[in-house]
């Protein structure tokens, strides 16, 4: 593996130094290629537009990150920032300088690369999508075709960009990224495979989240009894991160955990509750959906600003999970049911 490492390393080194001057294209690359962006603006949109691809987004990121946790506690994958820092590799030569970055320093394996995989998961989602509605719409083949390949390409150059923008920022070596992409397309395309995920009951989404939970945390607890320390990254990202600051304790593997439970729980609440209900029966137009997909997307901006301290671990964890759930019953629910109400207010009083 050192041998493949290195080479790694190499191409950080070229991409850093012949790229420099994209470094926030590979920035912006990286922060919109987390599933943050997934839950807070993608799925707002697409939930209000077009139901079914809303709730695939969801179901694709949250299994597809759960399982992206699990492979990193399996795999063991070194980070780029601080394999190079204590390999025995290079020997008595000098090991190759790698700049480091505000969003480098992530605390969990490095293998597979989770931007990668939800990346490619997530577009892998909307493509889908769009050409199922280009289909519906019973578009001409010929642009048909071309809409196929400009999608794709479009889909292949935005994996591509976040695939080197994680190797530029020294947070992934190359044959993470890769194996991200492959494992993200082929958990999108199994999960859209499954109906039962558009009508899934609320014992459904708590049976869910539960199982996954304790699927994660019983996996974890084995580990510890089998003498395998799965936080063994913390230490190296701790000494070798040159800002001690940058090392988020948001980026920890049960951190990650418990938010995307959250989403899911939130989900499930939010499509059962009954002012969901009551707006779903209700006739809205295009327009009037553009309303709640501004709103929602305001809210959740207001949302995200919220942040807390991580000194107590089960207030933060208790915390993430809560504001996870919150951004779910936002656009979901809450937004929805408001805006209808306030225009059912205003209807009543022209009728006086």
Request: hydrophobic share 50%.
């Amino acid at each position: 593996m050192d041998l493949l490492h290195s080479w790694g390393v190499q191409l950080a080194v070229h991409l850093q130094t012949t790229y420099s001057s994209y470094e926030g294209l590979f920035g912006l690359a990286s922060t919109v290629a987390d599933l943050h962006t997934t839950f807070f603006f993608f799925f707002p949109v697409w939930f209000h537009l077009r139901r079914d691809t809303g709730l695939r987004l969801i179901w694709v990121a949250v299994l597809g990150d759960w399982l992206n946790l699990v492979l990193k506690w399996v795999l063991f994958g070194e980070r780029p920032y601080w394999w190079v820092h204590e390999t025995r590799f290079y020997g008595a030569a000098p090991a190759p300088a790698l700049r480091q970055f505000p969003i480098t320093c992530e605390t969990g394996p490095g293998s597979p690369s989770g931007h990668a995989m939800g990346a490619a998961g997530v577009w892998y989602v909307m493509v889908t999508a769009l050409l199922a509605t280009a289909t519906e719409k019973r578009c001409p083949p010929l642009l048909y075709r071309f809409l196929q390949l400009g999608l794709w390409a479009l889909m292949g150059l935005v994996v591509l960009v976040v695939c080197m923008s994680r190797v530029y920022m020294a947070a992934h070596f190359p044959h993470q990224v890769i194996a991200g992409v492959i494992t993200g397309v082929l958990v999108a395309e199994v999960v859209s495979k499954e109906k039962w995920i558009y009508d899934a009951s609320m014992r459904k989404y708590f049976h869910t989240t539960l199982s996954l939970t304790s699927l994660a945390v019983g996996f974890y607890l084995l580990l510890r009894v089998l003498g395998v320390d799965l936080l063994w990254t913390m230490e190296k990202a701790q000494k070798w991160c040159v800002n001690p600051e940058r090392v988020h304790l948001d980026s920890t593997p049960f951190a990650s955990l418990l938010r995307n439970m959250g989403t899911l729980f939130g989900l499930g609440l939010g499509l059962h509750s009954p002012l969901y209900s009551e707006t779903k029966t209700k006739n809205t137009s295009t327009g009037f959906r553009m309303g709640w997909i501004i709103v929602s997307l305001f809210l959740l901006h207001l949302l995200d600003g919220w942040t807390f301290s991580s000194e107590n671990l089960p207030t933060f964890y208790f915390l993430s999970f809560g504001k996870s759930a919150v951004a779910l019953l936002i656009p979901t629910t809450l937004v929805p049911f408001a805006l209808c109400w306030i225009r059912q207010g205003k209807t009543e009083d022209k009728n006086l």
